[in-house]
């Protein structure tokens, strides 16, 4: 999904947290956001994620003004996510069931993924008592699961340690690979975003500066 930002500004009462004359983030790539912090990385994406609808300006996504269609096509995963108290399968069903796959065909894909994320053990943990870095692997999970076209990724892997990061790294490539899902990922990890990204997006109070 191609998105087209222009002359966005955010404001928090007299503060302004975003000034974006012009922003394109091409489809199928993965986009890296960077910079330190407040500079309104966070801002940015939820905005983007069609969450906060306070701002000035124009985003467009494939030439389209934001949709019900393009929500559904669209997911973020927060640095802390947020789990229904259901087991770790149900989180991950979730966003199958409400697209109208019924159980059958849900089941090989949540059990792929769950494998693929080395989280089958989590299966019938209850989501809202994982650790952070659990909980982080399960909201990718559950993202990745329903193959968006845009997958929006806040510090996905702050909680994680090294060893599995990898892991958490080959998935979203090759999510973004093999089913040409557009990402973009706020990290402060430069290394990271220098693994992952096509294209890295440096911010600073609140501008694009490079
Ligand atoms: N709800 C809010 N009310 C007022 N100010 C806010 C609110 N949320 C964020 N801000 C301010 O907006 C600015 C941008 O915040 P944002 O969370 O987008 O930064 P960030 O780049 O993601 O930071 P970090 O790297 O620390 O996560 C900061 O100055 C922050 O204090």
């Known amino acids: 999904m191609d ?4 002359n966005l500004k955010k ?11 012009s ?11 960077i910079g ?15 969450l906060d609808k306070e701002y000035l300006g124009n985003i467009n996504y494939n030439n389209k003004k934001i949709n019900k269609e393009i929500v559904s096509n669209m997911t973020i995963v ?3 996510p947020y789990l229904f108290r259901r087991s770790v399968y149900d989180n991950i069903e979730y966003p199958l069931k409400i697209r109208g796959i019924d159980r059958q065909k849900s089941k090989p894909l949540v059990e792929d993924i769950m494998k693929r994320l080395e989280i089958e053990d989590l299966r019938d943990k209850k989501a809202h008592r994982l650790s952070g870095g659990e909980s982080q692997k399960v909201a990718l999970g559950r993202a990745l699961v329903f193959n968006p076209k845009l997958l929006l ?8 340690d090294p060893e599995y ?5 080959s998935e979203i ?6 089913n040409k899902g557009t990402v973009i990922i706020v990290t402060h990890n430069i290394e990271q975003s220098k693994r992952l990204c096509d294209n890295i997006i440096g911010m600073e109070n609140g501008r694009v500066v490079y």
């Open 23 to 33: 922003l394109a983030i091409k489809k199928q790539r993965i986009t890296g956001i």
């Open 36 to 50: 330190p912090n407040g500079c309104g990385k966070t801002t940015l994406l939820n905005i983007i994620a069609g």
């Open 165 to 169: 990061i990898v892991t958490m790294e």
């Open 173 to 178: 490539k090759k999510f973004n690979r093999e």
């Open 153 to 160: 990724l806040d510090e996905p892997t702050s909680n994680i």
């Open 11 to 21: 404001y928090y009462g007299e503060n302004q947290v975003l000034d974006i004359e």
């Open 78 to 80: 927060f640095q802390k």
């Open 3 to 6: 998105i087209q930002i222009k």
